[in-house]
């Protein structure tokens, strides 16, 4: 290493989220606060409650699965989403994918029960 090169602190150098959707949750949620939609007081409660609640993973594995139930909730009480609503657009994310040709960008559009 040279003289002009720096070594990150021990840990920097691991992988934060195990898989894209994690970090895209993350950021969203992020986003979501800087956008005045919550406090982080709010989302630390929500997210709380989440891993707190019965069947949680004790090792912490179903983090980002509660990160996201903990978001949907937040939605859902401040009106912005209900949990129907956002299953149905992850449900045409999800359609859209498969209707999606590999190497094509996903597009909502290319849900195949789009309205056009």
Request: charged residues 30%; without cysteine.
């Amino acid at each position: 290493m040279s003289r002009h090169e720096a070594k990150l602190p021990a840990g920097f150098d691991e992988q934060v989220f195990a898989e894209p959707w994690q970090a895209e949750a993350f950021a969203l949620t992020v986003a979501l606060r800087d956008k005045g939609l919550f406090s982080w007081s709010e989302w630390a409660e929500a997210l709380s409650a989440e891993v707190k609640k019965p069947g949680a993973a004790s090792d912490g594995l179903d983090y980002y699965e509660r990160w996201l139930a903990a978001l949907e909730t937040l939605l859902s009480r401040k009106g912005i989403a209900g949990k129907g609503e956002v299953d149905e657009l992850a449900a045409a994310w999800e359609r859209a994918a498969h209707a999606t040709p590999h190497g094509k960008p996903i597009l909502l559009e290319n849900d195949p029960r789009a309205r056009r």
